[in-house]
């Protein structure tokens, strides 16, 4: 046991698993993939281009095929399903906890719905429902129906006693929630509380009822930061009469962690979540193209700018060699302080009350930059061009732009934000196309004034 | 109690505490403040300018600063540093987790820490040394050495008996470990164990001696990975002979995987992650200029590439105008393929066995997305210009360049990571210098051929 965690396992295994499937050896590729946890299975499956994963699926374990299913991507997901006749399906579906069983269901064949909804008794099935009922992302959708609840005027001893005779816990248990007659939450109790005090103590005396509970309408993203503000292992979800409906585990706040980083990172460059490394070429082009699109828009704006000065162009060929430089520079600029503010705005540490004082802030750094980058480009300008105006005008056409840049990076995002548009995503084409549009007009502008005078 | 978490929760408090420090009644910023847990106020001091973080600082609970320093960049935290004499400092942190101390103490001054190494009994201080001896980011320095262990060969009751007697156990514990004489992991055992069967039962016959534990040298990379996969809790850390060295908690791991996102995301900016909303300006100009400098030198790069065409762009002004869209949209089609490789490279999910087969896949994708932007483009600069070979020649160039962005999205990732270079870091510049010099090269190159024939 307790295997030591090498370097990369992952892509190990999936080195050994690939000679294995290329010598077609099966056996081995079958013991390799099944001693992967159900998430490790699913990271190795999304790896795999479709044939391959289709031979892999096939010789996963049918008791994980469930947790498995939960752990991979939507369209990973599909091509999986799409491998199972409706028995497998049910067989691998019904075990699965119902926060995860509500996860998977919208994927699920309608005749497979139904048929899994048969399966499941009475209460499971209204507790698969009101789950089913709460908005994606919600946390009514991520929580899980199956809590233990005590009450708080017994001792210690008859809950030991009801635990015994109940049997196993649901995993991630480390509280019980106290609950009065009308199911409504009280505090909780810590399970080592119960491990760690006299039998005899009563349930009152351990209650913590300084916990904030979790409301079954909060975002996805609030609950994952409650839960690492408050370092959490489980919460309880409640509604607005405070009555207890479900608990949320920390498991799964990991993943909503990882899945928001994912989205913000491919969001940031027009892709979508379902996109994976083999989607097939129709998704992935489909997925794509409209991105490119709107950029090209933007592209587009900028160069009806430079439209503008042909005349200018024409007469300085120079300016045509130099100008992506000033607008290509702004950019980044502006790359740099939307990244900081997006992150200011996601852990909400940017509003209206140091709004202005970061927007100086941040103009002072772009006055002090521009002109470092500014005098920097001039000089190298000059020994290229001879020319001291042409540095000139390149040198302040840098400053004017980063200073644009500072303006769209703090008061862009805050904009984005109030019109409910993830500025993560569609912050970065927002800005470069002020940059470029403000770097090519201040550039050519300056050298139509200066140059052509 | 059980207060539901309301929308934007942070900024919230944030603009009432603005309110309450600008009409300089502390009263009430004190209360508000105190009502938070450590991590939202060191949220909270994140938010706040120098001036009045300091004076929000001086408010928290004493009983809480450890905690909040844990709780705060390096940045911000050296700035609360400040504000503390020694005394302040060491009633601070002396309560505080060994894995939180170790974090802290390379930010204490010197005299402070020999002080607080003073402070501790002789066994808390040789954890600290110990852990304080692996190298920052690996399992050795993320755990905490307080664990709890028991005997296989004893029953329930016990081990019952003999955490009543311990009293309070560390925080997270979901899991007692079970060693030998020579403090040799065996395997561990669940709490809701103990507490759901008979008290009679031996250790012996719980013992879960499946896990996977972490070799104290592995990342904090490789750990948060692990502990996703596994949904864990808590995990053991051992060395080479398997001895039991401590334990990691979800909590940290979720820090880590905040942190990871957060460095992705700030480095893709050439940011620091030290850089918060409020740095000195100095350190901010220092941090950023590094990065500007090193995209002005791919700027250059491209605009010698324009150099070369100075007379090709004399006779055809067009060119001129059109030229930012091939290096745009290039460079906007590289970045998506980057960033799906930086995800899959993340996940383990790129190596040597698939990179072909996504090579091709993505080449083909190129194609048709090149193509089709190709096209719309030709049509609108015919529009523009009425020139059809000038049509053919921007179309062919973005059909050339996306090839390009393709090639290079799949290749330098990888080639990065051969480096060591951290491709979620490096990899937008780098792809989109090829993107640029490629998209001018062949617009330029082609209409060269083309045009002035």
């Known amino acids: ?38 998430a490790e299975i699913g990271n190795l499956l999304e790896s795999l281009p479709p044939g391959k994963r289709e031979v892999v699926w096939g010789l996963v374990d049918p008791e994980d095929d469930g947790e498995v299913l939960v752990h991979v991507g939507d369209e990973v997901r599909e091509s999986l399903l799409a491998d199972m006749d409706p028995d497998e399906i049910i067989a691998a579906v019904e075990d699965l906890d119902i926060d995860d069983l509500a996860d998977l269901v919208e994927d699920l064949p309608d005749t497979v719905i139904d048929e899994v909804l048969k399966s499941m008794d009475r209460e499971n099935r209204e507790r698969l429902e009101q789950v089913l009922s709460y908005p994606e992302d919600s946390a009514g959708r991520l929580m899980n129906p199956d809590v233990v609840t005590v009450r708080a005027d017994v001792n210690i001893d008859v809950v030991l006693r009801y635990l015994r005779l109940r049997g196993e816990l649901p995993d991630h248990t480390d509280h019980l929630y106290v609950v009065n007659r009308r199911h409504q939450l009280i505090g909780w109790v810590a399970l080592q509380d119960l491990i760690t005090h006299d039998p005899g103590t009563p349930i009152n005396k351990l209650i913590d009822d300084e916990l904030e509970s979790l409301h079954v309408d909060a975002s996805a993203q609030q609950v994952a930061r409650q839960f690492s503000d408050n370092d959490w292992v489980s919460a309880p979800v409640v509604d607005d009469g405070n009555v207890l409906l479900g608990r949320i585990t920390v498991d799964d706040v990991i993943d909503i962690i990882r899945e928001q980083a994912e989205h913000q990172a ?7 979540e379902e996109e994976d490394l083999f989607s097939p070429i129709k998704r992935a082009v489909r997925g794509r193209v409209v991105w490119l699109g709107i950029n090209l828009c933007t592209a587009f704006l900028a160069a009806s700018v430079i439209g503008q000065f042909e005349v200018t162009l024409e007469k300085v060929v120079a300016l045509a060699v130099l100008m992506p430089i000033v607008a290509g520079v702004g950019g980044n600029a502006a790359v740099q302080v939307l990244t900081l503010m997006v992150r200011g705005l996601a852990l909400g540490q940017v509003g209206a009350s140091n709004a202005r004082i970061l927007l100086w802030k941040e103009m002072r750094v772009a006055l002090i930059n521009g002109t470092l980058i500014g005098a920097l480009v001039g000089v190298v300008a000059f020994l290229w061009f001879h020319s001291l105006l042409l540095s000139l005008v390149i040198a302040l056409a840098l400053v004017i732009n980063f200073c644009a840049a500072a303006l769209s990076g703090v008061l862009l995002p805050l904009m984005l934000k109030r019109m409910n548009v993830d500025p993560a995503v569609a912050g970065t084409v927002v800005v470069t196309a002020v940059t470029d549009v403000m770097g090519f007009f201040a550039f050519l502008g300056l050298a139509t004034m200066i140059l052509l005078h």
């Open 266 to 272: 491919l969001g940031a460059a027009g892709l979508d």
């Open 1 to 38: 046991m307790a295997e030591a965690v090498r370097h990369d396992k992952t892509a190990r295994q999936l080195r050994m698993l690939s000679d294995a499937l290329d010598s077609g050896r099966l056996g081995p590729v079958r013991r390799l993939v099944n001693t992967l946890a159900p």
